[in-house]
């Protein structure tokens, strides 16, 4: 791959993280925020709105495959579908790409950020938080959270139709099974931890909250940021090292 493809690869990535981070951020601001008109939409909403911020994300970065995840971008560089080099340069791109999305979830949404009182409301639209703090157990939630949306991208790309990691597949079509993976996930999953299920999509927020201007902001709680980043890591490794025996069952 040239320098040149390389930056438009990391174009790709950067675009559609920041979509995804702005309108998935933008859906729990529009929920918990107060005075919204999606004020009290409830989790629901939150788990369309992320899977619908997936989609869009998907959709403008057919270039580069895709990724927007670096837990998905470790189980395909396991899986050897990408190289070191792109896996690097698309984990790069993510992270900025999330911290812009998130700082304009805030420009959107800055006048409802100044009448939340709630501290704890406001870092929620940035990064995730656990229901209940148990980093030993909020871990393993993230673990399972991730390990089943990456297994999940290697069971489409066994049906010959997708692509995993470069452009191609079903076109357009290519975001909607992906994106309902993540719906599924949130429902089913999400309550412990918020399922973060994605480092960048947690930590690009969350560096945003810590040097944004944001009225009454409160703690960034940087003593829970490692549980997303290890978490969502440990899961998309696993799931590249689990899915050629569980789901390649002719050749296991």
Known sequence: MTDTNLGLYFLSEFVGTAMLVLLGCGVVANVVLAKNKGFGGGFLMINWGWGLAVFAGVLVSAYSGAILNPAVGLGLLIAEKIDF?????????????????????????????????????????????????????????????????????????????????????????TALPVALVVVAIGASLGGPTGYAINPARDLGPRIAHAILPIKGKGSSDWAYSWVPVIGPLAGGALAALLAPYLLHLATA
């Open 85 to 173: 080099t792109q896996f690097a340069v698309a984990a790069g791109a993510e992270l900025l790409g999330a911290i812009i999305g998130a700082i304009l979830c805030w420009l959107a949404y800055k006048q409802h950020f100044d009448e939340e009182p709630d501290a704890a409301n406001k870092l929620g639209v940035f990064s995730t938080g656990p229901a209940l703090r148990s980093y030993g157990w909020n871990l393993v939630t993230e673990v399972i959270g991730t390990f089943v949306l990456v297994f999940a991208i290697f069971a489409f790309a066994d049906y010959g139709d997708i692509k995993v990691g470069v452009p191609g597949g079903l076109g357009p079509l």
